[in-house]
C-alpha cells in the first residue's frame, strides 16, 4: 500500500475502476476532484485494486487532509478490510484528517444524508404538494448555459454562506466538467419568458444527485424551488434511476426540507483526528 501524487495517477485505468464499480459517487472521478479538490492524491494498493483519494490542503507546512467542497465524501474501492491500514498511511503523512466514507466500522458513523428511493412508493408532504401545484405554470428548459444558475447561486445562496470566489470557481469547474463528462445537466425554470430558477442533477450510473438549485427570495415563496425538484425527481424515474440524493445536510431544517419529497436519512461515516502541532492549532482558534 502507498500514497500516491495525483501526477501519477493514470486517469484511464482510475475513471474505468470508477465506472465499473458499484460505488455511485461523482466525486471519486479524476476530474471530478480536479475540478473541487485544492490538492488530492490517493492510497493505492497494487495494480489499483485498492484505491482511496484523499483531498488536502497544506498551509505553513502542516498537511490536512480535508473533505473538499462540493463533495459529501470521497470513498475507498476495493477490500474493506483495508481500510484500517489505509488510514494507518495517512497517520504517518497527515497531521489532521476530517474526510467522509460510506458506512463502515472504520470511523464515526455519525453523519447523514437524504435519498428518495424511486423503486419504491413515496409521497410528498402536505406542504410540498401545495407550493409543487403554485408552480405547475411554469416550464423547464434544459441548457448549456449556467450563466443564469450561477448569477442565481451567487446573489443568493453563495452570499449567506459567505464562500469564496475562489470556491464559486470550483462549483462552475464541476458542472462544466460533469456536462463534457456526460454526468450532468442545468435547466431553467421560465414563468413565461421570464427565467426564474435554475438547477444542476449530477447523473452517475442508477443515480442523480442534486448538487444545486436556485431562485431570488419572492419565487422560493412562490414554490420555485419545489417545482424544479419535482421536475428533477420526475426526470430521474424517466430515465430509470433507482436513487435521487439530495446531497444531504446534518442540518435539521434542511434536512427536513428533503424529508418533505420523501427522502429518508442515510447513514455515512466520518474520519477524524487532528495532531497538528499545538501553534497550528491556536492560530485556527485566532482565525475564527
Same mark, same amino acid.
Request: charged share 30%; proline share 2%; hydrophobic share 35%.
Given at each position: 500500500?502507498?500514497?500516491?501524487? &495525483?501526477?501519477?495517477?493514470?486517469?484511464?485505468?482510475?475513471? !474505468?475502476? @470508477?465506472?465499473? #464499480?458499484? =460505488?455511485? /459517487? +461523482?466525486?471519486?472521478?479524476?476530474?471530478?476532484?480536479?475540478?473541487?479538490?485544492?490538492?488530492?492524491?490517493?492510497?493505492?494498493?497494487?495494480?489499483?485494486?485498492?484505491?482511496?483519494?484523499?483531498?488536502?490542503?497544506?498551509?505553513?507546512?502542516?498537511?490536512?487532509?480535508?473533505?473538499?467542497?462540493?463533495?459529501?465524501?470521497?470513498?475507498?474501492?476495493?477490500?474493506?478490510?483495508?481500510?484500517?491500514?489505509?488510514?494507518?498511511?495517512?497517520?504517518?503523512?497527515?497531521?489532521?484528517?476530517?474526510?467522509?466514507?460510506?458506512?463502515?466500522?472504520?470511523?464515526?458513523?455519525?453523519?447523514?444524508?437524504?435519498?428518495?428511493?424511486?423503486? &419504491?412508493?413515496?409521497?410528498?408532504?402536505?406542504?410540498?404538494? !401545495?407550493? @409543487?401545484?403554485? #408552480?405547475? =405554470?411554469? /416550464? +423547464?428548459?434544459?441548457?448549456?448555459?449556467?450563466?443564469?444558475?450561477?448569477?442565481?447561486?451567487?446573489?443568493?445562496?453563495?452570499?449567506?454562506?459567505?464562500?469564496?470566489?475562489?470556491?464559486?470557481?470550483?462549483?462552475?469547474?464541476?458542472?462544466?466538467?460533469?456536462?463534457?463528462?456526460?454526468?450532468?445537466?442545468?435547466?431553467?425554470?421560465?414563468?413565461?419568458?421570464?427565467?426564474?430558477?435554475?438547477?444542476?442533477?449530477?447523473?452517475?450510473?442508477?443515480?442523480?444527485?442534486?448538487?444545486?438549485?436556485?431562485?431570488?427570495?419572492?419565487?422560493?415563496?412562490?414554490?420555485?424551488?419545489?417545482?424544479?425538484?419535482?421536475?428533477?425527481?420526475?426526470?430521474?424515474?424517466?430515465?430509470?434511476?433507482?436513487?435521487?440524493?439530495?446531497?444531504? #445536510?446534518?442540518?435539521?431544517?434542511?434536512?427536513?426540507?428533503?424529508?418533505?419529497?420523501?427522502?429518508?436519512?442515510?447513514?455515512?461515516?466520518?474520519?477524524?483526528?487532528?495532531?497538528?502541532?499545538?501553534?497550528?492549532?491556536?492560530?485556527?482558534?485566532?482565525?475564527?
Amino acid at each position: 500500500m502507498r500514497l500516491v501524487n &495525483r501526477k501519477d495517477i493514470n486517469d484511464e485505468v482510475w475513471n !474505468r475502476i @470508477i465506472d465499473s #464499480s458499484t =460505488k455511485e /459517487n +461523482y466525486i471519486l472521478y479524476t476530474w471530478a476532484l480536479d475540478a473541487t479538490a485544492e490538492n488530492w492524491c490517493a492510497i493505492v494498493e497494487g495494480d489499483y485494486n485498492f484505491i482511496f483519494p484523499i483531498p488536502f490542503s497544506e498551509i505553513l507546512g502542516v498537511k490536512r487532509a480535508r473533505q473538499q467542497i462540493y463533495s459529501r465524501q470521497v470513498d475507498w474501492i476495493g477490500d474493506e478490510k483495508l481500510i484500517p491500514k489505509a488510514i494507518e498511511l495517512l497517520k504517518s503523512e497527515f497531521s489532521e484528517c476530517d474526510v467522509r466514507i460510506s458506512k463502515s466500522e472504520f470511523g464515526i458513523s455519525d453523519q447523514h444524508f437524504q435519498v428518495l428511493d424511486l423503486e &419504491r412508493d413515496f409521497e410528498f408532504s402536505t406542504n410540498a404538494k !401545495r407550493l @409543487i401545484k403554485k #408552480s405547475e =405554470k411554469l /416550464n +423547464y428548459v434544459e441548457t448549456d448555459d449556467l450563466s443564469v444558475l450561477m448569477r442565481l447561486y451567487t446573489s443568493n445562496t453563495h452570499e449567506k454562506l459567505n464562500n469564496s470566489n475562489e470556491n464559486l470557481s470550483r462549483l462552475e469547474n464541476l458542472m462544466l466538467s460533469c456536462k463534457e463528462n456526460g454526468k450532468g445537466y442545468a435547466f431553467n425554470a421560465f414563468e413565461g419568458e421570464k427565467i426564474v430558477g435554475a438547477c444542476f442533477i449530477i447523473e452517475d450510473k442508477s443515480t442523480a444527485t442534486y448538487l444545486i438549485g436556485d431562485s431570488n427570495p419572492e419565487q422560493k415563496k412562490a414554490g420555485v424551488v419545489y417545482g424544479m425538484m419535482n421536475y428533477a425527481i420526475q426526470k430521474a424515474q424517466e430515465k430509470k434511476m433507482k436513487r435521487f440524493d439530495f446531497g444531504g #445536510s446534518n442540518v435539521d431544517s434542511v434536512a427536513q426540507f428533503y424529508k418533505k419529497f420523501g427522502a429518508k436519512n442515510q447513514i455515512y461515516t466520518r474520519i477524524s483526528w487532528d495532531n497538528s502541532p499545538f501553534w497550528f492549532k491556536l492560530l485556527k482558534k485566532i482565525r475564527r
